[in-house]
């Protein structure tokens, strides 16, 4: 089975500052790599998934991922982040062969814009 | 787009009670989901359904039914409120279940049982 470990469960950042929050999985194939964003009171929204080619991926609002194969990571960055980033992030993995219903969350890492 | 509207927002109940969530989705969704969120431990998944009519348990369906009448709705009940149940209650829909689809969540419901 599958498993996700964000290792650091609250990160604090200067506005204006880089940002990565990281993210390491277990799983013997290659799989789905995902991260949703959740802002306070509301649902989770995706920011970015990857299943192959460049192992950069683009999201939304400057967020990026590198998926490091060697490593097992898939960390997500973003160069300057605003006080809006403020949120909690998941990392998830889904194995390509099975359904989305073995979409595997790790426990999340809380954001903090300090001003 | 579409939305997911989860209700209610905030569903207290006494220990034993048994406590009803409802979802509905307007994206046409075939799939629909309920997962737990409970602090510092992640997602899990308690019930899914593929189709209208279908049900699938998840890793936690203990202590939960779902229904699916509708392809537009899913429910969650809660079959006997206890005080460790206290959590937020998230749905999700995604176009189907293959892999790698991404999954549009509610806002969530949160549970407090007293």
């Known amino acids: 089975a599958q498993s996700v470990t964000q290792p650091d469960a609250r990160v604090t950042v200067s506005e204006g500052a880089s940002l990565q929050l990281r993210c390491k999985y277990s799983?013997?194939?290659?799989?789905?790599l995902f991260w949703y964003v959740q802002y306070p009171r509301q649902g989770l929204q995706l920011l970015l998934k990857?299943?192959?080619?460049?192992?950069v991926v683009q999201g939304v609002n400057g967020f990026e991922a590198e998926f490091i194969k060697s490593n097992s990571s898939f960390h997500l960055r973003k160069a300057s982040v605003h006080w809006s980033d403020s949120a909690v992030y998941f990392c998830a993995v889904s194995p390509i062969t099975e359904g989305a219903d073995r979409l595997t969350f790790g426990k999340g890492t809380q954001l903090i814009i300090q001003p | 787009g579409g939305i997911i509207t989860q209700t209610p927002k905030f569903l207290i109940g006494q220990e034993g009670q048994k406590l009803t969530l409802k979802c509905q989705q307007n994206?046409?969704?075939?799939?629909m989901y309920w997962y737990r969120q409970d602090s510092g431990k992640g997602l899990r998944l308690i019930y899914y359904?593929?189709?209208?009519?279908?049900?699938q348990k998840g890793d936690l369906s203990e202590g939960y039914d779902a229904s699916r009448e509708k392809k537009s709705s899913f429910s969650l009940t809660v079959t006997s409120a206890q005080k460790n149940e206290m959590a937020v209650f998230l749905c999700a829909s995604s176009i189907d279940r293959v892999s790698g689809n991404t999954l549009y969540f509610g806002e969530g419901s949160r549970l407090i049982v007293v």
């Open positions: 994206f046409n969704h075939d799939t």
């Open positions: 990857y299943y192959s080619g460049d192992p």
């Open positions: 799983y013997s194939g290659t799989p789905y």
């Open positions: 359904s593929i189709t209208e009519n279908d049900l």
